[in-house]
């Protein structure tokens, strides 16, 4: 499967600063990677959709300017979480899709642990 | 709309038993089906999916699953459990001919092998 890497791996910070998290798809190039959030003990949701060198599409009730999204180049997404609050601690995972057949596997990353004091 | 099913919150096996973890699907075409196990604090790992094809799909670590259309279900099954398979288990489908390669999932299993 596809290597996916995610950094940093768990993050704290102050109340109102903002946090970027990268995503990145070490052995192939991504023009799609998702984002993703998770709450402990609970499903996926699906945050945002992001293409390589296009603007993200927001699912519903998704904050575009407070999670910000790049997809700079085909193997690098970004994630920012602007002016930070409690309630945006999570846990953000990313995916990526090799290829654009349509019945490609999407393969996660290692997630991202974001606590907001 | 997609919608994915997984029944149980929770299900609990002895090691060595046969273990099945349940799910199933609603989607108006054809479904892409995956399985995905994530370990505490780490995420996803892909088990196994189907396309089109045998019913029968093998996965990792000795999983498998079967596709049943009739009954919109693709449970996950492994006939001997071993207790490092205790984890949270993820069913998810996406329609085969969406182009947004976006996919829903359950809610979750978590399943515990107990030795």
């Known amino acids: 499967g596809a290597v996916v890497s995610q950094h940093p791996s768990r993050v704290i910070c102050k109340s109102g600063t903002s946090v970027k998290i990268e995503c990145r798809s070490l052995d192939f190039q991504a023009t799609t990677m998702f984002w993703y959030r998770q709450f402990p003990k609970k499903s996926l949701m699906l945050m945002a959709t992001?293409?390589?060198?296009?603007?993200?599409?927001?699912e519903q009730g998704v904050e575009k300017d407070k999670f910000l999204i790049n997809h700079a180049s085909l193997t690098l997404s970004t994630l920012t979480v602007t002016s930070a609050h409690p309630e945006d601690s999570s846990f953000y995972i990313c995916s990526v899709v090799p290829g654009t057949s349509g019945e490609e596997t999407q393969y996660f990353g290692p997630g991202t642990r974001l606590l907001v004091l | 709309a997609q919608s994915v099913a997984q029944p149980e919150d929770q299900v609990n096996v002895a090691e060595g038993n046969p273990l099945t973890v349940k799910c199933t699907y609603s989607?108006?075409?054809?479904?892409?089906l995956f399985w995905y196990v994530q370990y505490p604090n780490r995420g996803l790992q892909f088990l196994l999916k189907?396309?089109?094809?045998?019913?029968l799909v093998k996965g990792s670590y000795g999983f498998e699953a079967e596709f049943n259309k009739s009954q919109t279900s693709f449970h996950l099954k492994k006939p001997s459990a071993l207790v490092s398979d205790s984890a949270l288990y993820f069913c998810?489908?996406?329609?085969?001919?969406?182009?947004?390669?976006?996919?829903?999932f359950g809610q979750g299993t978590t399943l515990q092998v107990k030795p």
């Open positions: 989607v108006s075409g054809n479904p892409y």
């Open positions: 189907y396309i089109t094809g045998d019913n």
């Open positions: 992001s293409n390589e060198g296009s603007k993200a599409t927001y």
């Open positions: 998810a489908v996406r329609e085969g001919s969406s182009n947004t390669g976006k996919l829903i």
